[in-house]
């Protein structure tokens, strides 16, 4: 019997109409900026601050992922289905996806099988429009830095050889990572060395996620930090009067969005930054959104507890004034089985001696849970041809660490098959005594931050500066932008900045080679290892394996 792929199971689903979703939140219809039928933009003004506290947080995480990930917003998605079973009012809330994965390697990110998010193919493409509009506010400022260099009359004096920001682009083209603009004569410019990041990589992505409000939207906005003068003085958007004009265009990019799950619960999705190159949350006011409509708030951040949870909690709670009451640590067998020594064409293979010297890379993302004061639960993702002495020994595993770990079969049978999961979720958030606490002081220095998030969550013995990063220091410093959050770029393959260091990596140093200066986002970005903020395609795109017919209907995309 052939399985059904994602996109199958998502066609055949028979969607809700939106207004009926939002009733189930309360929210009155004329409140909804419609999309269609299964689209909305939700007003800010339905964000009640005084509910932020009292309902519940569930921030979902991983283990140390392999390249296609391990099913995090899957079970994000199941566990909402879940808790909706189990008599909980819950909704989920999300990133939106990227066309460079859906192209890529990895494919979209509307969960899987039976855990899915609707409707699908138009949340992992275009969606509403909120990428297109960060991208047009991202390229408006360049194209205004390059206007004030050929100014005569109104040029701020900006070096050409000092200008640190990008135009972005939502796709993987390495080609353009670095290229020459401003060729073929005056008339077309300053010549000079510019390049392209992803459209996740970029700040003002980060600046729409990190924002509580439009007033403060514009303001972080204007603080981006653009170069300098030819006399070595700091220019911002705000100098170029950009900023207004960027808020504009992210005027309904601001606005969260509603959807639904395969079951029929509502889904808020929301902003897309990557964890491995940029913060890895959706949007803060999505976060809000939620929790003031709905009991229970199931979000995940990208990659693993290194990664996007502990930018989560180190950075995303600390600007929104949110406090998880519990976290999820999706592990799978196969990438314990990975972690373990097996090589891809292995994954398959059950081993438990390969599981249980895996089992030290979940090992360390419970200890990283437990040290911002929360002990997680493990939802091991299940898939077809888990070994059942391997799911027995990873339960005795975490059972020894004090830790529950709960088989989710979300993909294959939607809620039903994580209400075990959801049981033992609540249960945690009742009796657990969780009591979240950030992991550093962000008035401590840059270098005390980023040894702390070395040694306590990467498990590193200490921290090295190459030359650029040295004077990139000095500069931040001087900038007075030293008493920001850290926002580290690093590998999402290892705990080290070594992707092939797999498993739990011990007698291990980071190395930082250079920093990045995200001041209207609010934070500082340690770039580590050869991490690239535009990735390229794989000799074998996913875009190869696509088709749309006659009458619209898409296939391939997964």
């Not at 400022?141 to 200008?163: E, F, H, K, V, Y």
């Not at 135009?167 to 390495?174: A, E, P």
């Not at 073929?184 to 700040?203: K, L, M, V, Y």
């Not at 020994?393 to 994580?418: D, H, L, P, R, Y």
Request: overall charge negative; hydrophobic content about 40%; charged content about 25%.
């Amino acid at each position: 019997m052939s399985v059904k792929s994602d996109l199958d199971i998502a066609q055949a689903a028979t969607m809700t109409h939106i207004r009926e979703i939002a009733s189930k939140l309360n929210i009155d219809e004329d409140d909804l900026e419609l999309y269609g039928k299964y689209k909305a933009k939700l007003p800010l003004n339905l964000i009640d601050e005084s509910k932020l506290q009292s309902n519940r947080l569930i921030l979902v995480t991983a283990l140390t992922p392999t390249p296609a990930g391990e099913g995090k917003t899957t079970v994000s998605i199941g566990l909402t289905e879940g808790l909706n079973k189990i008599g909980k009012q819950a909704t989920v809330v999300l990133r939106e996806p990227s066309l460079g994965p859906v192209f890529g390697i990895k494919g979209g990110a509307a969960g899987g099988g039976y855990s899915q998010v609707l409707p699908m193919e138009d949340i992992n493409l275009h969606f509403t429009g909120d990428f297109s509009a960060i991208e047009k506010a991202n390229n408006l400022l360049s194209a205004l830095i390059d206007n004030n260099l050929q100014s005569r009359t109104r040029s701020l004096g900006l070096d050409p050889r000092l200008i640190y920001w990008k135009r972005v682009m939502d796709m993987n083209d390495r080609s353009l990572r670095d290229i020459t603009i401003g060729l073929g004569g005056t008339a077309n410019g300053i010549p000079r060395q510019d390049g392209f990041n992803i459209t996740p990589a970029s700040e003002v992505m980060a600046i729409l996620c990190m924002s509580n409000d439009m007033a403060d939207l514009k303001r972080r906005l204007g603080n981006i930090f653009v170069g300098f003068t030819t006399d070595r003085q700091p220019i911002y958007a705000r100098d170029l009067k950009a900023e207004a004009a960027m808020c504009i265009l992210l005027k309904d990019a601001i606005k969260p969005n509603l959807v639904q799950t395969l079951e029929g619960n509502p889904a808020i999705i929301h902003g897309g930054p990557f964890a491995n190159i940029a913060q890895g949350t959706n949007t803060i006011i999505a976060t809000k959104m939620g929790l003031s409509l709905s009991d229970y708030v199931v979000t995940e951040a990208g990659f693993g507890s290194d990664l996007g949870a502990e930018k989560f909690l180190n950075i995303k709670c600390g600007y929104g004034g949110l406090k998880p009451n519990t976290i999820v640590l999706v592990a799978t067998i196969r990438a314990l089985r990975h972690h373990g020594g097996a090589e891809q064409e292995q994954y398959g293979d059950v081993s438990l001696d390969r599981v249980k010297a895996g089992f030290e890379n979940l090992e360390k993302h419970i200890e990283n849970a437990k040290q911002f004061g929360i002990t997680p639960v493990v939802a091991i993702n299940h898939r077809t041809g888990d070994g059942e002495d391997e799911i027995k020994f990873v339960q005795e595993a975490c059972a020894k660490m004090g830790v529950k770990a709960v088989v989710s079969k979300g993909w294959a049978e939607g809620g039903i098959g994580t209400s075990d999961l959801a049981r033992a979720v609540v249960e945690n958030i009742d009796e657990a005594g969780n009591d979240f606490k950030p992991l550093y002081d962000w008035n401590s220095s840059i270098e005390e931050k980023v040894e702390t998030i070395a040694k306590k969550v990467y498990g590193a013995d200490g921290v090295d500066y190459e030359r650029k990063a040295l004077l990139d220091l000095k500069r931040i410093t001087t900038l007075g932008l030293d008493k920001l959050p850290i926002c580290m770029a690093k590998t999402q393959k290892s705990f080290s900045d070594q992707e092939d260091l797999r498993g739990r990596p011990r007698g291990f140093r980071i190395t930082v080679r250079e920093f990045e200066m995200a001041a209207g986002a609010g934070f500082v970005i340690p770039i580590t290892g050869q991490m690239m903020r535009m990735p390229g395609l794989p000799a074998v795109p996913a875009s190869e394996h696509m088709d749309i017919d006659e009458n619209g209907v898409i296939s391939g995309l997964s």
